[in-house]
């Protein structure tokens, strides 16, 4: 049986230091509007960050590892919250949903690189960062808060999406850079080095 692949020394710098921007992210706290029971944090940008910045494999580990911190009992999420008791509450959609939005990101762009354009970067944060995270964390907003789809799919589309858009497009102004500077940043592949040394 061949032993199983192990992450590059980098990547693992990397994943803790995404998990870290995430959790960096949370510091400034959290608020609601008009007496939401889920909060607007900024942390949702660290999310497109680890997809739209790492891709789809490093991104995925980077959130999973900040959720595993927080639900071992850490307070990393804005306003101090942590433990299991975040899977009662009415955000816990968002936070499940979080690993797979940041996966998507990851995966649409990883599509478009080495060549990262804003539109279609746009496009993989707005899909991934918020669509997929919608997916999930309405439905189990409107189960926690007693309300229906509906209902919580307005409140959402009211409250949180105007800053998730503004998140999206910041999100990728920065992979824009990022990738500019470090085009094989966001992508598993690497070329062999015999292509490296003969510059091919």
């Given at each position: 049986?061949?032993?199983?692949?192990?992450?590059?020394?980098?990547?693992?710098?990397?994943?803790?230091?995404?998990?870290?921007?995430i959790a960096v992210l949370g510091l400034?706290?959290?608020?609601?509007?008009?007496?939401?029971?889920?909060?607007?944090?900024?942390?949702?940008?660290?999310i497109m960050l680890c997809g739209a910045i790492l891709g789809a494999k490093r991104g995925l580990l980077a959130v999973l590892t900040f959720c595993a911190l927080v639900l071992a009992g850490l307070p990393l999420l804005a306003g101090g919250r942590g433990g299991l008791a975040v899977l009662a509450?009415?955000?816990?959609?968002?936070?499940?949903?979080?690993p797979l939005g940041a996966w998507v990101t990851g995966w649409l762009?990883?599509?478009?690189?080495?060549?990262?354009?804003?539109?279609?970067?746009?496009?993989?944060?707005i899909v991934g960062g918020i669509a997929v995270v919608y997916a999930i964390g309405i439905p189990v907003q409107a189960w926690r808060t007693d309300t229906s789809g509906v209902v919580a799919t307005l409140v959402a589309s009211a409250v949180f999406l105007p800053g998730d858009l503004i998140k999206a497009?910041?999100?990728?102004?920065?992979?824009?850079?990022?990738?500019?500077?470090?085009?094989?940043?966001?992508?598993?592949?690497?070329?062999?080095?015999?292509?490296?040394?003969?510059?091919?």
């Open positions: 049986m061949p032993p199983a692949r192990r992450l590059p020394t980098r990547d693992l710098a990397l994943i803790a230091l995404f998990a870290a921007l400034p706290g959290s608020f609601s509007l008009f007496g939401n029971a889920v909060p607007i944090t900024a942390q949702s940008l660290g509450s009415a955000s816990a959609g968002y936070f499940v949903g979080f762009t990883e599509k478009m690189l080495p060549r990262y354009t804003v539109p279609v970067g746009l496009i993989a944060n497009v910041v999100a990728t102004v920065i992979a824009k850079g990022v990738h500019a500077g470090y085009p094989t940043l966001g992508s598993d592949r690497t070329e062999p080095p015999s292509r490296i040394r003969s510059g091919r």
